[in-house]
């Protein structure tokens, strides 16, 4: 009896090991990320995608942004207090690795930066990566001084070496208060202020350059990890 037990036993986790019934980090360890998200874009503001519309004026939507994570691990490795910096263009998207940033850490970013991008690709329609069209395809990862800025007035970012933004927050009715948009349709943040830049600029090593004025920015909290259904499309 004993043996038909610990057979039955055995046959029982090598059909669990084959379904989709397996651990869910079973590709690699949990990670969670936690701090301020700085945007903008090529849209005129407020920007039409952020409210589930079609890009405007321009056919596309070419958008530069950084994570300052404020806490954050990958597994065991610490992220507390390093920023992750992204942008696209015609020729696709590059994720920016904070230059301070240990090999593991470095390591560990671009794997949360593989999930993030493909994830958003998914949500615009990607099916297959190799198939995406180029403004969806990550061109790849390069390290480099990032430069962010959060105040009760504006949102500044610097990507030294290829561009960044700067931009001052929309005030509401009482002249005060920055004007907030909830549920985002774009960006997965918490309460996202809208901003106009003063210019935004970005030229990469991969063919995309391109040079904008007055144009749309968001600025909120994030708040994602391995699970967060959705981060940005």
Request: charged share 20%; glycine share 10%; proline share 5%.
């Amino acid at each position: 009896m004993k043996i038909r037990v610990v057979l039955l036993l055995g046959y029982v986790l090598a059909l669990l090991a084959c379904t989709n019934l397996a651990p869910a980090h079973a590709d690699g360890p949990s990670w969670h990320l936690i701090g301020d998200l700085s945007e903008a874009c090529s849209c005129s503001v407020p920007c039409a995608c952020n409210f589930a519309q079609s890009p405007s004026p321009h056919p596309f939507c070419w958008a530069i942004f950084s994570l300052d994570i404020q806490k954050g691990n990958f597994g065991d490795t610490n992220l507390d207090g390093l920023r992750m910096a992204g942008a696209n263009g015609a020729k696709g998207g590059v994720w920016y690795i904070d230059d301070r940033a240990t090999k593991e850490q470095e390591a560990a970013l671009r794997k949360i930066g593989d999930t993030v991008w493909w994830s958003a690709a998914k949500a615009n329609g990607v099916t297959d990566p190799k198939k995406a069209p180029p403004e969806y395809k990550l061109l790849g990862y390069k390290r480099a001084k990032i430069e962010q800025i959060v105040t009760d007035k504006r949102n500044y970012l610097k990507i030294v070496g290829v561009g960044g933004f700067d931009s001052d927050y929309l005030l509401g009715i009482d002249g005060k208060t920055p004007v907030i948009v909830e549920n985002n349709a774009s960006w997965n943040i918490q309460h996202g202020i809208k901003a106009k830049t003063k210019q935004m600029t970005y030229k990469d090593s991969f063919g995309n350059s391109y040079a904008f004025k007055a144009t749309n920015s968001n600025q909120g909290k994030f708040d994602w990890s391995d699970t967060t259904p959705i981060y940005f499309r």
